[in-house]
């Protein structure tokens, strides 16, 4: 019986090694370089003339959150005159160009300018791009808002950092739309503490080492002079925004880093189906740009070497571990396993994800020092913690 045991006890914790490895010793390795890190809550652009920005705003039926999203870019602490905004609208069938109309009459301090283009957020970009002027370049999607000194948090971490050809912002769930939440809001606040933890507990320390692998599609920046060297967005893969990051990083030879206090506010998910979607479609693209850039350059012996091969295997392989537990659970004890013994696993499994989900959580505290109101949000729903390695499991 004791043999029995053992073997079997041998058997599950080789399945908790695995998180161990992928997913605790990132989470330690940040905590102690998160807190030797001082955080600036405050930003101001000292040297020489303010540099001149672009925002693009790719638009596809964008009616309902348009406009609060080009007054988020207009009520921003950034010097109005210095602001261009282009609204590319690829095909849009609702009335997001009277709401555009609405914001231009509103918003009269801000250059504003709608560009008709082709099907397809990428192509938008790309249209807009060359209408594009200035130092810098921002893309922002439409159903999200900008923080008020997002874009100047971005601009002086250019001016610090002139090896850096872009940056991605911090993306959050917008808590208010949280709160007024009637249907899957624990579904959204899961969704907010898990952009948090990627952002302010993750990229920070990926930023750091140069190890960004994709920015955000909703919010990055670039600069244009990068821009206009790249071979601008892929229209071929549903992971644009990776592609853009592998191009800047192989072809222009750059660097990409995370500003963490410049934060975009995203609508949270509606629902299960959209958040299995949305995966799916990031697992996709995330495919598709490693096939095109480094297919014959990827070895497992360079696990330790190249945080790529490492990227691929947490998302490629542990991954499907962790879904293969869902289904695991109810065939293991017709095969002899004790339920006991099966039930004390999953219990060490999921007190060792909860222990990864509190070092993040102290993580991300530390870094919202620059929010206190989004930090104060984001303590008083500790809760969510005790859920997160529920949710984590089949679609993380």
């Avoid at 058997?11 to 997913?23: D, G, K, R, Y």
């Avoid at 592609?243 to 949270?268: H, S, W």
């Avoid at 995330?286 to 850039?293: A, D, G, K, N």
């Avoid at 360079?302 to 991954?319: E, K, P």
Wanted: net charge positive.
């Amino acid at each position: 019986m004791f043999n029995q045991v053992v073997i079997q006890m041998g058997f599950w914790t080789a399945w908790l090694v695995i998180p161990a490895i992928f997913e605790l010793s990132p989470a330690i390795v940040a905590f102690f370089r998160n807190h030797f890190s001082k955080i600036s809550s405050k930003q101001e652009y000292h040297p020489g003339r303010m540099p001149q920005l672009t925002v693009i705003v790719p638009i596809y039926n964008s009616g309902d959150t348009l406009y609060d999203c080009l007054k988020s870019i207009a009520e921003s602490n950034y010097p109005k005159h210095l602001i261009s905004i282009i609204c590319a609208n690829n095909k849009s069938t609702d009335n997001s160009f009277e709401v555009y109309k609405q914001a231009q009459m509103d918003f009269r301090n801000v250059r504003m300018q709608w560009l008709e283009t082709n099907q397809g957020k990428a192509k938008a970009l790309n249209t807009a791009i060359y209408g594009s002027t200035g130092d810098y370049v921002f893309t922002i999607d439409s159903d999200g808002i900008l923080s008020k000194d997002a874009l100047l948090n971005m601009a002086v971490n250019f001016n610090k950092h002139p090896e850096v050809m872009a940056q991605t912002g911090t993306i959050l769930s917008n808590n208010e739309l949280i709160k007024n939440s009637k249907k899957h809001r624990l579904l959204r606040l899961e969704e907010y503490y898990e952009y948090a933890i990627a952002f302010l507990a993750g990229r920070t320390v990926e930023s750091k080492d140069d190890q960004i692998f994709t920015m955000s599609g909703a919010f990055s920046a670039f600069r244009r002079s990068a821009l206009m060297q790249s071979r601008l967005y892929n229209v071929e893969t549903v992971g644009e925004d990776t592609d853009m990051t592998f191009q800047i990083r192989y072809y222009l030879k750059g660097r990409v880093m995370l500003c963490p206090n410049a934060i975009f506010y995203v609508e949270p998910i509606s629902d299960w189906d959209e958040l299995y979607v949305q995966r799916q479609r990031w697992q996709r693209g995330e495919i598709e740009v490693i096939r095109t850039f480094l297919s014959k350059k990827l070895n497992l012996k360079r696990i330790w070497s190249n945080f790529i091969v490492r990227r691929l295997l947490v998302d490629h392989t542990v991954a499907f571990l962790k879904v293969i537990w869902l289904f695991a659970i109810f065939v293991l004890i017709p095969f002899g396993y004790s339920p006991i013994l099966i039930i004390m696993s999953l219990l060490l499994m999921y007190l060792l994800y909860l222990f990864i989900g509190f070092l993040n959580f102290t993580n991300v505290m530390h870094y919202l020092k620059f929010d206190p109101i989004e930090r104060k949000y984001f303590r008083n729903h500790w809760w969510v913690t005790f859920m997160m390695p529920i949710y984590i499991q089949p679609y993380c």
